[in-house]
């Protein structure tokens, strides 16, 4: 867009009952009656074109209209409609704002108006304009016009302060109201109108007047000069509005407030909370649409025009993606700071992409932002604000099918992607039974790890066909893990829906589950269990989700499946709902020694009288969990990174009282290389154990005796037993256990 500056006195029409739709002067027509008719001082504004500010830093390219600096009180007006918005950007080589140099927006007058509206009782009408230069801090100011009086309604609450050379830089203003006289004013510093103003200055609220007829601006500057002489420009008047009261057909007049369809010329906005949002099914043109967080917009033909989508952020570390095109991140992170409020740590902003090779989060920094480029599609960045609030993408409306490629890197096999739409995406096949984004990308997705995975703020949250209906949001960003470089991702068109709840609300399901906690007074991990009909003890893709491995998990629960011994740890398992007396789930855990942990757990929709268990091996004990407030606290003596110890029983007797504890179970015992060069072996509750391992002709390579007083052994592989294919034999006093194992 070009830039611009200009400075003018308008004044519009407004009962807040009707909208109307937008009207737009940038100036490019050089004059002040082709596109809108002003009317008042023109004689003492000029449209300048392809001129810099006088003493001024602006850029060359543009339309400015700009007040005669030998006129120390001008105005410039015209009629127009009803609106409920306003937007436009001023400027100033070297405005310096007080008592005698100020400038006027009018917002709402029911009167036409000339000259200087705050010393001239000539000027008689009712509304509201915005008054920049006062006194003390010179806060942007909003006054009621009271006939040939005024009044200061208030100061915005959060408004920048303005000093001498305050808008040598520009502003980017946009002002509010509804119905209820509830003034909000936005801001954003620059004179280049690249992106919607989205900083509040707060609110104010007056509800004395509710119509008008005329919008413009006015200036008084007690000693002139050429370089305080002021620019105004980019003005756009009125919003429509989708409602939705019909259906989600964008093209239906009565889904919008004015009961119009949108022209090219519109400013549209899509608020949040509805129960129908907009899909458009044909060719749209538009000058701007704002969505606000939650909202979302589907296009299935093409779509032209600015696209802004808020998504709101705690104070916390998110998973973004962005759900529009051409979105420059160094505008997002630098440039909007105001807007997007994206926090620092000396030299890295508070966003990044995660890279798998090894350097984890690849922090933009003071160095490399600039050469940054544009957010990519369907990729996802983490990102923190400095304070919680929205960030705002601002690009082009997404059209088309998103491929992104995914990496076995040399770190990890996990890819940080996100939602490429300003619409939502089923994740699942609770959400789609088979266009969503799982099913649709299962090839491409390790078997183990057959899910999404999203921040949820403390933790990584799985989330797979053994879960409710899922979405994933616009803007959302959540981790996969790849098969094997090479492999591509899809977010297609077709999967594209409106939802009314965010990502982490969803559809119950009535599949019966079991959450183990494990909780050391500050943090709080957890591994789920479900009884899904259908599914095995063994390995069940996209049922069966694998524990988060992108960060250190030092800190952890998970489970193992109950007969295939991959040394996964997995922070989901399906098993079989017809066998609960006789499944016993290894749990595994990862902490330090002399931590103090419990144990606890929720569950529903287990069968009438069953009862869970948690069996600690080591300290030979049964410990019944489903009760109310039941737990099991352990203090550490060593380290525990893996499983053997504890397993979840579930039994219609009470197995605290009945099961001996002392009896040894071959079925407990897992063994699997838990590194290309590490042999682990769980499950063997103190009993002396011999290892021996065979290449696959028969040659004895290892010959291990163990005196075994924890429940895992581990073994390393000498570097002489070369990569193939091994049998282990496991020599226990009560049996011997067999496994094949592939050596790296």
Request: hydrophobic share 35%.
């Amino acid at each position: 867009m070009k830039q611009k500056y200009l400075l003018l006195a308008l004044i519009f029409s407004l009962p807040l009952f009707t909208f109307s739709q937008t009207v737009i002067d940038d100036f490019t027509d050089g004059n002040f009656t082709s596109n809108q008719t002003w009317s008042g001082s023109t004689t003492e504004f000029a449209v300048i074109t392809d001129a810099t500010l006088p003493s001024g830093n602006a850029a060359t390219d543009g339309s400015y209209l700009a007040s005669n600096a030998s006129q120390g009180d001008v105005s410039l007006a015209f009629a127009s409609t009803e609106i409920s918005e306003w937007r436009f950007s001023l400027g100033s080589p070297n405005f310096n704002p007080s008592g005698s140099n100020y400038i006027g927006v009018v917002l709402m007058a029911n009167a036409s108006f000339s000259g200087d509206l705050i010393n001239d009782n000539a000027n008689n009408f009712q509304g509201y304009y915005l008054r920049i230069g006062d006194s003390g801090s010179d806060p942007i100011e909003l006054w009621r016009k009271t006939g040939t009086g005024e009044t200061i309604v208030g100061e915005f609450p959060s408004s920048p302060s303005f000093s001498t050379g305050a808008l040598r830089d520009g502003l980017n203003i946009r002002v509010t109201r509804s119905s209820s006289g509830v003034f909000e004013l936005f801001y954003s510093t620059g004179f280049q109108y690249s992106s919607l103003p989205m900083t509040s200055a707060g609110t104010l609220t007056n509800n004395a007047y509710s119509t008008s007829s005329h919008f413009g601006v006015f200036q008084n500057i007690g000693s002139t000069s050429a370089s305080r002489r002021v620019y105004i420009d980019n003005i756009q008047l009125g919003v429509v509005t989708w409602d939705g009261s019909e259906d989600s057909d964008w093209g239906t007049a009565a889904n919008w407030d004015t009961n119009s369809i949108p022209t090219t010329t519109d400013n549209l906005i899509i608020p949040n909370s509805l129960t129908n949002y907009p899909t458009a099914s044909s060719a749209v043109t538009i000058n701007s649409v704002i969505l606000n967080s939650g909202a979302s917009l589907i296009a299935q033909s093409t779509f032209t025009g600015s696209v802004s989508y808020s998504r709101t952020l705690t104070t916390n570390w998110h998973l973004v993606s962005s759900p529009v095109g051409s979105q420059d991140i160094n505008t997002f992170t630098v440039t909007d700071v105001a807007t997007n409020a994206i926090a620092t740590s000396g030299a890295n902003y508070g966003v990044a992409p995660y890279d798998n090779n090894g350097s984890a989060w690849a922090y933009y920094t003071t160095g490399t932002i600039a050469a940054a480029g544009n957010f990519i599609a369907g990729k996802g960045y983490s990102a923190l604000r400095t304070s919680a609030g929205d960030i705002t993408f601002t690009g082009t409306m997404p059209t088309s099918d998103v491929a992104i490629a995914i990496t076995d890197g040399t770190a990890n096999e996990w890819n940080l992607i996100g939602n490429p739409y300003p619409s939502y995406i089923p994740a699942n096949s609770g959400a789609d039974a088979t266009n969503n984004f799982i099913t649709v990308n299962t090839a491409d997705l390790h078997a183990s790890y057959q899910a999404v995975y999203f921040w949820n703020g403390s933790a990584y949250v799985a989330v797979n066909h053994a879960d409710g209906a899922r979405f994933i949001a616009p803007g959302q960003g959540f981790f996969v893990n790849s098969v094997a470089s090479g492999s591509t991702v899809d977010f297609t068109e077709a999967m594209q829906s409106h939802q009314t709840t965010d990502v982490f609300s969803k559809a119950q399901t009535t599949w019966p589950e079991i959450v183990v906690h494990m909780t050391d007074g500050a943090s709080d991990k957890s591994t789920k269990i479900k009884y899904i009909s259908g599914t095995t003890r063994g390995l069940d893709p996209g049922y069966d989700a694998g524990m988060f491995t992108g960060v250190s998990n030092t800190f952890s629960v998970y489970s193992h499946l109950v007969s295939n011994s991959e040394g996964v740890d997995f922070t989901l398992q399906a098993l079989p709902d017809n066998d609960y007396e006789n499944i016993s789930v290894p749990i595994g855990f990862n902490a330090v020694s002399g931590k103090e942990i419990t144990f606890s757990l929720n569950h529903k929709a287990l069968p009438q009288g069953l009862m869970v268990f948690l069996e600690d091996t080591k300290d030979n004990k049964i410990i019944r969990l489903d009760e109310s407030n039941a737990d099991y606290k352990i203090t550490l003596t060593d380290d525990n990174n893996g499983i053997g110890r504890f397993y979840l029983r579930t039994s219609t007797t009470d197995l605290s009282k009945t099961l001996n504890v002392d009896k040894f179970d071959l079925s407990n015992i897992n063994i699997y290389l838990s590194s290309d060069r590490n042999i682990r072996i769980t499950g063997v509750q103190g009993q002396s154990t011999n290892v021996k391992l065979f290449s696959i002709l028969g040659k004895r390579v290892l010959n291990k005796n163990n005196a075994q007083t924890n429940s895992i052994i581990d073994i390393t592989i000498p570097s002489t037993v070369k990569n193939g294919i091994y049998i282990l034999k496991l020599e226990t006093e009560k049996g011997n256990i067999s496994k094949k194992l592939f050596i790296k």
